[in-house]
């Protein structure tokens, strides 16, 4: 088979051939159609993931969309390095496997799961936000957190706020349905005052930026908390603006807010693997605006360093896939 082969961390991936995969017991060998190349996927590469080991060559990939034997059309995860999705078959999970909806597209699928899931997990898992509750979105105009936006919609916020510093793409969230719109290209004064006004009551901040951003509206939002007994779960999810923040002590003290991460570790698997299923089946109903950006996995060195537009995501395609011929 044909694979993006990474030799070392760092380099993009090459177009090889490798021996076909085999499954070990409770795994099973998948026909690829489709498999993202998300910001996680990139990190795994480069060596700069806790899960990227030391085992070189690797096949890159964490998930994707494919065919089972028997003919079932799955979305896979789980896939550990050196073994990747980025090739024309797989070894997955067998218990990652989840048949998908009639009439979702595989690029689709495999551009949206890993975004969209990560945003799930932290507004219902880990937020543990309700249908009427109100939620702000840190770093909304990435594709997670326009995700965040989305699903917080779908599932009945009363209440969504999106913080952001692309001004197309908070526009566009604006017509998608959020209540109200923050841009952080101002000073920290002004992003403070907008928060304080229409931020202070909200049941939870899914934060995808967390550094200076977050240090701004945490002290924005605690000032101007009209019920400080009321429960605040902060989420930091990602780390876009900077890998730490100068904590306040009072603001634990003045409100009551509860600081977590969602992330790798952060969920039971039972729980991860439910929120997955639920997700899925939403999906057909879901219009949360990214594209997927579909190239032949033969071309994956020269797109591994593309850069896309917002609301824009890479997915590889095996040439088998990409010119209609059967596996």
């Known amino acids: 088979m044909y694979a993006a082969v990474v030799h070392a961390f760092g380099d993009s991936p090459r177009y090889e051939s490798l021996p076909d995969p085999e499954a070990a017991p409770g795994e099973v060998v998948v026909d690829v159609l489709a498999a993202g190349l998300h910001p996680l996927v990139r990190a795994v590469a480069a060596g700069k993931h806790p899960t990227s080991g030391d085992r070189l060559p690797l096949v890159p990939g964490y998930d994707g969309v494919g065919r089972t034997e028997s003919g079932v059309l799955v979305y896979f995860s789980g896939l550990v390095p050196p073994q990747g999705s980025m090739a024309e078959r797989a070894v997955a999970p067998r218990s990652s496997l989840i048949p998908l909806p009639d009439g979702l597209d595989p690029a689709t699928a495999a551009a949206l799961v890993n975004p969209m899931i990560s945003a799930w997990l932290a507004l219902y898992e880990r937020a543990g936000l309700q249908t009427g509750g109100a939620v702000l979105v840190l770093g909304a105009t990435g594709n997670a957190g326009r995700a965040a936006v989305q699903l917080a919609l779908l599932r009945g916020a009363d ?5 952001g510093r ?3 793409a908070l526009g566009e969230l604006s017509r998608m349905g959020a209540h109200h719109t923050v841009s952080l ?3 920290d004064e002004e992003v403070a005052a907008s928060l304080r006004d229409v931020a202070g009551d909200v049941d939870a901040v899914i934060d995808y930026l967390w550094g200076q951003p977050a240090e701004v509206a945490l002290a924005a939002v605690a000032d101007g908390r009209p019920d400080p007994t009321r429960l605040l779960r902060w989420v930091a999810v990602g780390s876009m603006a900077g890998p730490s923040v100068a904590l306040q002590s009072d603001v634990l003290r003045r409100i009551n ?5 969602s992330g790798a570790g952060s969920a039971f698997p039972d729980r991860v693997d439910a929120a997955l299923r639920s997700l899925i089946a939403l999906l057909p109903q879901v219009d949360v605006g990214t594209q997927a950006v579909a190239v032949p996995l033969s071309e994956v060195k020269e797109a591994w ?8 995501r890479l997915v590889l395609i095996p040439e088998r896939v990409a010119s209609g011929t059967s596996a």
């Open 185 to 187: 290209d101002a000073s």
């Open 257 to 261: 807010v509860d600081i977590r991460g």
């Open 305 to 312: 360093n593309r850069q896309l537009a917002t609301g824009q």
């Open 166 to 168: 692309n001004a197309e």
């Open 159 to 163: 209440k969504v706020v999106a913080v």
